[in-house]
């Protein structure tokens, strides 16, 4: 089993639409968690820490659930320039980082 | 702040050559840096972890003869592909943490742009 698990899409959106995806991690013991967004043929970009109580930022909303070991990302008002890819990354405790593979966002105009 | 950067951003080389990519962080120490490789559509996969000054410790699978990795400073972090051959082609990144104040945590990684390699 894969340690993080993610629903690949795409997602195709209209603009403006809120679109919203969850991933799954395996190891119980994972302590930090974090959305990076990944544009074709570029490196991760850290999008966001997620925190236990859940957090925003601007029209981005992540939430955490320990008890069913899912995360999730959710996008309001969503932009063109929102079409991405958006990595579900875990740290297990020893600074490594595990990604998931990534959903695929796609938002027209 | 906390820029990393990675050198050179693409490149093509005929199998059985040697490539080195190299790893920098700009504005901080990185005390530890991670080599990742990303096949098309596939995660990114964790290669090694390097810490200054010690021997790389390779995840499971990665040959560490293969894939030669010098962190010989705080701020440089190298990684040679031996004998490349074609299922080499990735893309490679180099990520590192560290201290810089308080501002930069351990727990973040910042990456570098990346390497497309291409082995003919």
């Keep these: 089993r894969k340690e993080v698990e993610q629903d690949p899409g795409p997602f195709n959106v209209p ?10 991690y395996s190891n119980s013991a994972s302590q930090s968690f974090f959305w990076y967004r990944q544009d074709c043929r570029k490196e991760p970009k850290l999008l966001m820490s997620v925190y236990s109580s859940g957090n925003e930022d601007g029209r981005f909303t992540a939430q955490l659930n320990r008890a069913s070991q899912y995360i999730s990302l959710l996008i309001r008002d969503s932009k063109l320039s929102d079409s991405a890819t958006y990595l579900c990354v875990v740290n297990s ?17 | 702040g906390a820029v990393v950067s990675q050198h050179p951003s693409w490149v093509i080389c005929k199998s059985g050559t040697s490539v080195k990519i190299e790893c920098r962080s700009l504005d901080f120490q990185a005390t530890t840096m991670f080599w990742y490789r990303q096949f098309p559509k596939q995660s990114l996969m964790l290669m090694a972890t390097s810490n200054e000054g010690s021997k790389a410790t390779y995840e499971q699978g990665v040959e560490k003869d ?4 010098n962190h010989a400073s705080l701020t440089l972090s190298t990684l040679t592909v031996t004998s490349a051959h074609p299922e080499d082609s990735s893309f490679y990144i180099c990520s590192a ?3 810089l104040g308080v501002w930069v945590s351990t727990d973040t990684q910042y990456f570098g742009p990346g390497t497309r390699l291409t082995v003919l």
Excluded at chain 1, 15 to 24: H, L, P, R, S, W
Excluded at chain 1, 95 to 104: I, V
């Design chain 1, 15 to 24: 603009e403006g639409a809120t679109v919203a995806f969850n991933c799954t």
């Design chain 2, 97 to 99: 943490n560290g201290r």
């Design chain 1, 93 to 109: 405790g020893d600074y490594k980082l595990s990604f998931g593979a990534g959903t695929t966002v796609t938002v027209r105009a």
């Design chain 2, 66 to 69: 293969k894939f030669l990795i």
